[in-house]
Structure formats: C-alpha cells, structure tokens
C-alpha cells in the first residue's frame, strides 16, 4: 500500500476508536480507560512514524515546511491531550470537555493532512516512492510500538533502505544526530 492509504486506513481506526471512547464515556462504563490506552499507543506510534518517514522527507523536498510544522506542533497537542487523560482517575465535567476537544483536534488534524498534506507530497513524491515509504511507515510504526524511543542499530538500516534512495542519505543523518544529542 502507498503511504496515503496506509495513513488513511489507521486514521479511519482511529475514529471509530474516538467514537467508542465517547460511547463507553456516556454509557459511564470503565471500558473507556481499554479505548483510551488502545488510541494513544495507536496515535503516538502513527504520529512518530509518519514524522519520521513522511514528514521528514517532505519537509526536504518542497517548499511546504510551514505545513509540516503545524502538523508537527498538531501531533504534540494530541499526544499531551492523550496522556492528560489517560491520567485521570474518573470522569467528570474537566474530563469530559477535554475529550470533546481531544477529539476535535484530532478529527481536524487529520482532515488537514488528508487534504493539505497529502496535496503537497503527491507534488513531489512519485507513486514509486510513495509505494517505497508506505513499506518504511509499517516497520518504523512496529518499531516505534516494541521499543518506545529506543531503537536498534539494524532496525534503522532496513528503514533507511526501505526509503526512496535520495531521502535515506537525510534519514540516515537525522538518526546520527539523535544520537550525537542523547
Ligand atoms: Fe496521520
Ligand atoms: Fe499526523
């Protein structure tokens, strides 16, 4: 699958998760805290792969970097909201109105990167390439899942080999500098 379909597919699992949180929520179950734990690792392990592979290769190729950081800043919004409230212990009305705009936020993030986003990189990206970072997307998103922030060596290469051959000098650089500042 290419990496706008692949992107889109999960993005559809997260709003049916999204529904469901607020179902269970209403319905004043405890399931709600299985749906909000299933969303975040879902949403940040997207979040960090597609900055990685997608974001990052975009943001070296055309002149959309303004984009791409309201994207990034967009993602961080959404996983500090993530964590707000998988730390609260019940519902109440503060926990209730900062789901409904966790949910905003998150419906509008991905509206704007189906439209905006995905415009761009189809400018720039050709359906080849596009094929190459889907693949890169699931094995980096795998990682991200196993391993939290670390990761192996190895596992880095087969990435960088996975992307388009012009983006993996810049992949590779990236991972060396994250190395250099940890
Ligand atoms: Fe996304
Ligand atoms: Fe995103």
Redesign the pocket.
Known sequence: MNIYDT??A??RQ?EKLLDRLVKSSKAGTEEWKTILDELRRDVVS??HA?EAV?YNSLREENQSAGLVVH?YAE?ATTEAELRTLGGAKLIDANWTSLMEKLSKDLRH??QE??SK?FDAARQVFTDEEAEMMGQAFERMKQETMKGGDSMVSSTLDLIANVLPPRMAGGFRKRVQDLRKSA
């Open positions: 992107l889109s999960e993005h997260f997207h979040a597609e997608f994207s993602h993030h991905i990167e189906e986003i």
